[in-house]
């Protein structure tokens, strides 16, 4: 007993003798690491945790920052769950987040508390009025869909379309958007087939895009299931040109065979550009990860970068790192050098980049054309 | 014609959900352990077939090494988690939660074994032929159909001409019974947990070849399982296979009315019809039997 006496005082005056550490730092990570979705975990955090080991290398902050992982299954209800304990419990002034339904769920409760939460994998148009305190750093479907489609018609010469929607603000929005663009440009939505998120078998869907007579079928889903789309809908018989969004910039859709054609949309960044902080992304990826990083990757390295940038901003002026110093610096600093060069916010808290019409070609992504949206 | 190409796909689902829930309905309707982790059972089946033909080692070998995956982790669940519950509290609720619980493990594990991506066996079977104008079937439809019947018949002929058979029919009933004539109750339940865990092997494989494979396919499955074994009445090996090619034609015919997104729906409209209507099942048990 007096040993353990002995041993508790002399720690504790170690303890206090200490000088004081610099309080380390830690901001959310909302990424689905399990169910359908599972696969887009490590490819939206790969860039994120780059990020943060250039952060603490280079000392950016007073403290060590590290992310809070949490497992949102791509779903609102655990987002939502995983959110209060990063807002409750960790406090954390900032957070990473992913998925259109999970943004938009988690959104009420990081405006209300103040926090951050800042996009990088999530395009549902929607997601630009959540509020001042979400920001995107990437384009947002609507903007994907206005590059593709026209490209489609005009440069391929298919005018009908046939669409597969996931039934989530997703969904929905790319099919508002397809229908007035494909209006404006004189191609027809010959069908329209909205899918449960969870739904596999695709067999019969691929009947009725046969049957419909569409020359160009849209995929809006995401994860495994557009994967599984594909592949069914070329064993059933379906050879129309394929077309999706940024959600199809994943290893596993550009691995599948069936894919081969497919065409997809994702913003344009200057991998190539000679500024080092692009320079030293892509070396010190391609060194971590053993292949190119992809935009999904440069979104949430940008994402956490951004916050380091902020948070060393309010450092220098003595002021606490919150949610709502962090927004005001935003709107103060204006612009970034991020990966892919200076940057610039919209007032919705929306990063605007030109789109890339991309097509898959042996295994890989061939840049079709890049499109300046407005 | 998409009538009939919507039917033909239809029956080709059928078959592959009648192959699972009759394994489930098998291990439950014998053993009365509401076995959850039946999906847990397909999905591993479905990757182990996946790893050997990935690795090159072809199609046998493979589909033997997915049979004795499949069976091993059956007759592994039975005996090391199902039993030892049972012999302390015998509570249907905690085996239900165990086996529950088994399912997440296993799903998590086989993420973090062979990755969370999508992945599928590239097969010329898969690929569709233009049988009439508008109906397109594909080789592996047909196989998975006659795989199917031949399964489901063996196992019918199994149940009804041998003595284990028997047993495994009346073991749900009266397990005491059974004692007096000479079977061991342990016995024919690892016999069920056998059969209903190698029923899975074929679906998991035609699945794997045809729809691609994520950790977390054995849970769509799983449900179709869970409401073609109450359709079909509880214990009913006929029943729940004629419901399941009911689920299987439902999904794909309300496609010709519905948008894909309710065909989920439509399966469970009819699972809440069938309890009203026939609270018993569409086969009754003693008919089953």
Known sequence: MNYFRNFSAAAAVVALATPAAAEDITIGGLFPFSGTNAVYGDVLSSGAKLAVKHINADKMLSGTLSIAYEDTQALPQPAVVAMQKLVSVLEVPFTLTSFTGVSKAIAPIGARNEVVMINGGGVGPDLAELGEYFWNVIPLANLEVRASVPYVVEALGKTKFALIYVDDPLGGSIRNELEGVLEEIGGDLVSEMSIAPTAQQFSGLAAKVRSSGADAVYIASYGAQQVQIAKQLRDNGVDAQMISYSAYGVPDAMNLPENEGAIFTAQAVTLEASDPVTKRFVEDYKAEFGKDPAPYNVNYYNATMLFAILAQALEAEGKEITGANLLAKRKEMGSFDLVGGNVSFLDNGTLLFPIDVKQIEGGAARTLTTVDIK | ?289
């Open chain 2, 1 to 289: 014609m998409l009538a009939l190409q919507l039917t033909l796909t239809g029956l080709q689902a059928g078959a592959l959900y009648a192959l699972t829930a009759v394994g489930f309905s098998l291990i439950f309707g014998s053993t009365r352990v509401f076995h959850f982790a039946h999906g847990a059972t397909f999905t591993l089946a479905a990757y182990l077939f996946y790893a050997v033909e990935a690795a090159g080692y072809g199609f046998v070998p493979g589909l033997i090494t997915s049979f004795a995956g499949a069976i091993i982790f059956g007759l592994a669940i039975d005996w090391f988690i199902y039993r030892p519950i049972q012999r302390d509290e015998g509570s249907f609720f905690t085996v239900f939660v165990a086996s529950f619980g088994i399912g997440i493990v296993v799903q998590n594990l086989i993420g973090i074994i062979f990755g969370r991506s999508f992945v599928t066996i590239t097969s010329p079977l898969t690929r569709s032929r233009e049988l009439l104008e508008g109906v397109y079937v594909a080789p592996l439809a047909g196989i998975a159909f006659v795989v199917a019947l031949v399964c489901l018949g063996a196992l019918g002929i199994f149940l009804r001409s041998t003595f284990t058979g028997k047993g495994l029919r009346a073991l749900s009933d009266d397990p005491e019974l059974v004692r007096v004539f000479g079977l061991s109750p342990r016995r024919l339940s690892a016999a069920a947990f056998v059969i209903g865990s190698a029923l899975v092997v074929p679906s998991a494989i035609f699945t794997s070849m045809s729809t691609g494979l994520n950790p977390a396919i054995g849970h769509h499955i799983m449900l179709i399982s869970l409401a073609a074994t109450i359709v079909g009445g509880i214990g009913s090996i006929p029943g729940t296979m004629i419901a399941a090619f009911i689920f299987g034609l439902a999904e794909n015919l309300s496609l010709l009315w519905f948008e894909p997104q309710w065909s989920e729906a439509v399966v469970f409209a009819i699972l809440f019809a069938a309890i009203i209507a026939r609270p018993s099942g569409l086969v009754a048990k003693s008919a089953a039997h």
